[in-house]
């Protein structure tokens, strides 16, 4: 059976309604934390940027690499 917890003041505390009984001898594995996604990691970023051209994602092209605009071609 496998069992979930945390460890709080050096104890590892049991997230369970029935945990094994007194004196059980258990084996604990210590899961590393998830790593980030792209997407959760992007999402820091959303909307922090300021003062950008209101067609800035259309016209890319034009204001990153200096071609015509979509809109006078």
């Known amino acids: 059976m496998t069992y979930q ?6 104890v590892v505390v049991i997230e369970s309604d029935a945990p094994p009984p007194e004196g059980t001898r258990v084996r604990v594995s210590v899961e590393s934390p998830k790593d980030e996604t ?7 970023y959303a909307g922090v940027a300021k003062g950008l051209p ?4 259309a016209e890319h092209d034009h204001y990153a ?8 071609r």
Do not use: Q, W
Request: net charge positive; no cysteine.
């Open 38 to 44: 792209i997407g959760e990691f992007l999402r820091r």
């Open 65 to 72: 690499h200096g071609a015509p605009k979509r809109s006078e």
């Open 5 to 10: 917890g945390t460890v709080k003041n050096g």
């Open 54 to 57: 209101a067609d800035m994602a």
